[in-house]
C-alpha cells in the first residue's frame, strides 16, 4: 500500500484514481510515498528518505525545492493546462476591467450611497470619468503560447475581434496545432512590444524571465499601453509599472498577484489570485496530479514531470527496474554491467535525461535479486532504484 500526505485541501476526486485498496491518503502522514500539494510552502519541510514523488495540482511549482529533490530523487509533477480554461477566461475578463475601467466605475458609484433620488442624475454627470476604449479591432500580443495563451488568442480573434500577434521561441507542435492559423507570429518580444495595443504575458518564471518587463521593455511598448499580467508577480518589475503607470505610458496594469507596491496604484486592477479559483479547475488540477501520481507510484511512467524527463512506458510482461542517476558518461553501461554479470539477460531498455538528470529503465525475464538491487545503488551517480513486478501496466 502506497502512503499519500496531502498538504491542501485537495478533490475528493483524487479517490477516483488513488483507491482506498491501495493508497493510505492521510494530511499528517510521516513517512509518505507521495505528496500531493497546491499552495503550501514545503521549502522549510524535510524530505522523507520514502517520499518518491510530489505532484503539485497546478502549474507553478514556485513553492516545491527541485534541487532537494534532484538530490534525493523525488519526481516532481506539476499539473499544465489543467487549469488553462479558468485563467483564460479571467484574463479575457482582465482586458475588459482595464481597458473600460470598470472597477474605477464601481468603486466611484459606491460613494453615492446616500445620494437617494439624485443618484441617476449624479451617474449620468461622472460617468464621463471612466470612459475606455472597446477592444475591437485593437492588436493583443500574447508573449507565450502554451495551454492558457493559446485560449486567450484564439478567444481575442474569434470572440473579440481583436489582431493577435504573439510571441513564443519555445512553443510547442500540440499548441501550435491549438492556434488560430490567423494569429501572426512575431520573431522578437521588441516586434511584439512595437506593435501590441494590449498585452498578455504567459510565461513561467525563471532566471531569464525574472523582470521580463522592466522600465527597459516598457519604453519600447506603445504609449498608453494595456498590460495583463496572469502568470507570476515577479515578471514584472513592481517599481517601473508604477512609475509607467503614473506617467500614463502604460494605461493599465491587470494582474493576479497583489502586492503592496499595487495596491492602490492608479489604474492597477489587482485581483486577489483568482485566476485557478474555480471547481472545475481545483477537480482538473487535482484529478491530473492524483493520475500522473498514481502511474508513476505503480509503474514507473513519467509525465509532466518538472525535473526528470518523460518516460511513456509500455506494459511489461517481465521485471522492471527504474534507476534514477545523474546525467553522467558511462552511467548506463555500468547499470548493464552489473546486471550482465549476474547472468541476466535485459530484454528492453530505455534511457532518457532531463539536463543534469537522468531515469533509466530496464526490463528482464529474471527476477532482479536484492543483491543486484544493492549493488547498482551503490554506483557512483545512482540516486534512486525502484523496481515493479511483471504485467505493472
Excluded at 30 to 57: F, K, N, T, W
Excluded at 345 to 367: C, F, G, P, Q, Y
Amino acid at each position: 500500500m502506497f502512503k499519500i500526505q496531502t498538504l491542501n485541501a485537495i478533490s475528493d476526486i483524487i479517490h477516483a484514481h488513488l483507491s482506498a485498496e491501495q493508497y493510505l491518503i492521510a494530511k499528517e502522514e510521516p513517512v509518505p510515498d507521495g505528496i500531493l500539494v497546491r499552495s503550501a510552502d514545503m521549502h522549510s519541510l524535510e524530505l522523507p528518505d520514502s517520499l518518491l514523488a510530489i505532484a503539485r495540482a497546478g502549474a507553478g511549482t514556485n513553492n516545491v525545492p527541485i534541487e532537494r529533490c534532484n538530490k534525493q530523487g523525488i519526481v516532481v509533477f506539476n499539473t499544465p493546462g489543467a487549469n488553462a480554461n479558468a485563467v483564460a477566461e479571467l484574463v479575457v475578463c482582465g482586458l475588459m476591467l482595464g481597458s473600460r475601467n470598470i472597477v474605477g466605475g464601481i468603486e466611484w458609484v459606491k460613494t453615492l450611497r446616500g445620494k437617494g433620488e439624485d443618484v441617476p442624475k449624479l451617474v449620468e454627470k461622472g460617468k464621463g470619468e471612466f470612459v475606455g476604449p472597446e477592444v475591437r479591432g485593437k492588436i493583443l500580443g500574447v508573449v507565450g503560447l502554451g495551454a492558457i495563451g493559446a485560449i486567450v488568442a484564439n478567444t481575442a480573434e474569434l470572440g473579440l475581434g481583436m489582431d493577435v500577434i504573439g510571441f513564443d521561441p519555445f512553443i510547442s507542435v500540440e499548441s501550435a496545432w491549438a492556434l488560430s492559423s490567423t494569429i501572426r507570429r512575431c520573431t522578437t518580444q521588441d516586434a511584439l512590444y512595437a506593435q501590441a495595443d494590449y498585452i498578455t504575458l504567459h510565461v513561467p518564471l525563471g532566471d531569464k524571465t525574472r523582470g521580463l518587463v522592466d522600465a527597459a521593455a516598457l519604453s519600447r511598448m506603445k504609449d498608453g499601453v494595456h498590460l495583463l499580467n496572469f502568470s507570476r508577480a515577479e515578471l514584472v518589475d513592481t517599481a517601473a509599472i508604477a512609475a509607467a503607470l503614473e506617467s500614463g505610458k502604460v494605461a493599465s496594469y491587470v494582474t493576479d498577484f497583489p502586492t503592496e507596491a499595487l495596491i492602490g496604484v492608479k489604474n492597477a486592477v489587482v485581483i486577489p489570485h483568482l485566476g485557478a479559483s474555480t471547481p472545475e479547475s481545483e477537480e482538473n488540477c487535482a484529478s491530473m496530479a492524483a493520475k500522473q501520481l498514481k502511474d508513476y507510484l505503480e509503474f514507473g511512467q513519467i509525465k509532466n514531470s518538472v525535473n526528470f524527463p518523460e518516460l511513456q512506458l509500455n506494459s511489461c510482461t517481465g521485471h522492471r527496474i527504474l534507476v534514477i542517476h545523474e546525467n553522467v558518461p558511462a552511467m548506463v553501461s555500468a547499470i548493464s554491467s552489473a546486471i550482465a554479470d549476474k547472468g541476466i539477460n535485459i530484454d528492453n531498455m530505455l534511457n532518457k535525461s532531463r539536463k543534469e538528470m537522468a531515469v533509466t529503465v530496464l526490463e528482464t525475464d529474471d527476477h532482479p535479486p536484492e543483491a543486484l538491487i544493492g549493488e547498482i545503488r551503490a554506483l557512483p551517480g545512482v540516486i534512486r532504484v525502484r523496481t515493479f513486478e511483471p504485467n505493472c501496466v
